[in-house]
């Protein structure tokens, strides 16, 4: 069965910390990977994309890494504010399909 | 620009009652998902659209019923709701099959007693 997983499901740290989001799948041979953002009772915002072709892409403060080999991304977010407190869901696309299979996120609180 | 609006934000229903969430897209986009989000479960799919007049299964659709007669729309009914159908939906579409990404609208919780 293809899955997403998300480790760990929280996390708090302390502001202008440097910190690393956790995303797994079980098929190498990805389509593509998306990493959302949800902030409570709002729906989902798009982060960074990564096609399976790419190793990683860069916003501002955040760095998405992907190594498929290893079934692996990471999300890098470099010097945490408060305003970074929120969900953090990543999304895959397995090759056959066409539809995102979500993790069930991690829920980072950044501590001022 | 709208990108993805979901219509109503809110809604109660009692049980066997029926009731659609409307999706609409202003962005040409070809592909149109509706999820459900439920605590510790995740997004699950529930039903997709790869284009006008085309409706497919996903992987929690009992209970539900979609139609996409325009292209810009996408409509998830519940015919008789069911406490089990209390979460939060969401709308999303793609320009593809989500090679450039999805775009999520802001979501409907529905709450069934």
């Known amino acids: 069965k293809q899955e997403v997983t998300q480790i760990p499901a929280a996390l708090s740290v302390p502001e202008g910390e440097n910190l690393v989001l956790n995303c797994s799948f079980t098929d190498s041979a990805i389509y593509n990977l998306q990493w959302f953002r949800q902030d409570p009772g709002k729906g989902l915002t798009s982060l960074l994309l990564?096609?399976?072709?790419?190793r990683e892409q860069t916003s501002g403060r955040l760095n998405a890494s992907l190594d498929k080999s290893s079934g692996r991304s990471t999300l890098y977010i470099a010097a945490s504010q408060p305003g970074d407190s929120a969900t953090y869901l990543c999304?895959?696309?397995?090759?056959?399909?066409?539809?995102?299979?979500f993790g069930t996120g991690t829920r980072l609180k950044v501590l001022a | 620009n709208a990108g993805v609006t979901q219509t109503p934000k809110f809604r109660v229903l009692k049980t066997g009652q029926s009731m659609t969430l409307l999706c609409a897209q202003d962005m040409n986009h070809e592909y149109m998902y509706w999820y459900r989000q439920d605590p510790g479960m995740g997004l699950r799919l529930i039903h997709y659209s790869v284009g006008e007049g085309t409706t497919a299964k996903g992987e929690v659709p009992d209970g539900y019923n979609v139609s996409r007669l325009k292209k810009q729309n996408f409509l998830l009914g519940l015919e008789s709701a069911a406490p089990s159908q209390t979460s939060v939906y969401f709308c999303a579409s793609s320009l593809t099959g989500g090679n450039y990404g999805y775009t999520f609208g802001s979501g409907t919780r529905l709450t069934v007693v």
């Open positions: 999304a895959v696309i397995f090759p056959g399909t066409y539809k995102y299979i």
């Open positions: 990564i096609q399976s072709s790419q």
